[in-house]
């Protein structure tokens, strides 16, 4: 039986993090479309980008509750690390790989939007 759980619970966390990374790139496709069409301010790209960042984790991490059926908040919580060390990675091919305070609250909001979304999406009730 625990084996079974565990199986589910990585492809279900997985899932959740893909679907959560797919969300996050088309918003971040989209704020890259309104820069180059827009006059946005420079000042604002950083705190937008993290802002999309905790909501497609939100996403993934309701994603994720949603496939595994159980345990929401390990669920959307777990895909939220992963999320974050893929935006981390990510992040570090255009910049260098410190991990100070900035990195530290982009993790948290991340981890926190991932297990709202597992909470959510776990206890979420469809409405015909």
């Known amino acids: ?50 802002i999309f960042l905790a909501f497609g984790s939100f996403v993934g991490g309701f994603a994720s509750a949603r496939f595994s059926e159980e345990k929401g908040f390990l669920c959307g919580a777990f895909s939220g690390v992963i999320f974050f060390i893929a935006a981390w990675i990510s992040g570090a091919f255009f910049d260098s790989f410190g991990f100070g305070t900035a990195a530290i609250i982009k993790a948290t909001m991340i981890i926190i939007a991932g297990s709202l979304g597992g909470i959510i999406g776990v206890n979420y009730i469809k409405r015909k």
């Open 1 to 50: 039986m625990p084996q079974k759980f565990f199986k589910k619970f990585i492809l279900s966390t997985v899932f959740g993090t893909g679907i959560g990374i797919l969300s996050s790139a088309i918003l971040i496709f989209l704020m890259a479309a309104a820069l180059t069409v827009g006059n946005v301010p420079a000042m604002i790209i950083s705190p937008v980008t993290v």
